[in-house]
């Protein structure tokens, strides 16, 4: 089969790509930058700061080459995968605890504004997530066989559509917008239990995010 070139083609790599995992990365310290001063864990830029910090050792740590292992990579994944979730949750919180007990966030244009950054930080986060978790992580993903997987992506359930092929960032990425947005996965399946937790928690967090706060937000702006 003839390979086709160009940024949509259906493309191999000899190595997981990485650049548009710091991409993400510096997205969502960007969104978090960007919250209300209320919704911030702690000094405004203490978190930005640290997630910066780990985000320098990823990209020191992270080998070039399909199959490798790192535990200073592994470690300051989860660690910057962490703090962001939890920032996260804690805006989502905080907002909701808000509009719980009696509405008293008024600025319905900045809750707006709000509700759209938890959401996209919480697409960024679980994309990161299921690209670091899946098959051991990007350095054993290749290594390992199909049943250690934690998702069974459609090329490999139909390998004619695409062969030796791998998933990078970018299919996490797709995974984590279609569950957040259809609340369940759609052609990527989840196989491991801790894939199906996961996204259950992702699915939460973004039905409360869109339920809630968006649905409030918009009430108070009417």
């Known amino acids: 089969?003839?390979?086709r070139k160009g940024f949509l083609a259906n493309r191999t790599h000899d190595y997981d790509p990485v650049w548009h995992v710091q991409l993400a990365v510096i997205a969502t310290i960007v969104l978090q930058v960007v919250l209300p001063d209320q919704l911030v864990v702690?000094?405004?830029?203490?978190?930005p700061f640290l997630e910066a910090i780990l985000l320098t050792a990823l990209i020191v740590a992270t080998p070039r080459q399909p199959i490798y292992e790192s535990r200073l990579r592994r470690s300051a994944a989860i660690g910057l995968i962490a703090l962001v979730g939890i920032a996260n949750i804690y805006a989502l919180s905080h907002v909701a605890n808000q509009l719980l007990a009696g509405g008293r966030i008024s600025n319905g244009r900045e809750l707006i504004l709000a509700s759209i950054n938890i959401y996209l930080t919480n697409l960024m986060i679980f994309g990161?997530?299921?690209w670091e978790?899946?098959?051991?992580?990007?350095?054993?993903?290749r290594a390992v066989e199909s049943r250690e997987q934690d998702f069974l992506f459609p090329q490999q359930s139909s390998p004619e559509l695409a062969s030796d092929w791998h998933p990078t960032f970018i299919d996490y990425l797709y995974v984590s917008a279609t569950n957040a947005t259809a609340f369940s996965p759609t052609d990527t399946m989840p196989l491991s239990r801790r894939a199906k937790m996961l996204m259950l928690v992702q699915d939460v967090v973004a039905l409360v995010t869109i339920a809630?706060?968006?649905?409030r937000a918009v009430n108070i702006l009417s």
């Open 1 to 3: 089969m003839t390979k």
């Open 42 to 47: 702690g000094p405004r830029f203490l978190l």
């Open 128 to 130: 990161l997530l299921y």
């Open 133 to 141: 978790m899946d098959g051991g992580g990007p350095g054993k993903r």
């Open 212 to 215: 809630l706060v968006a649905a």
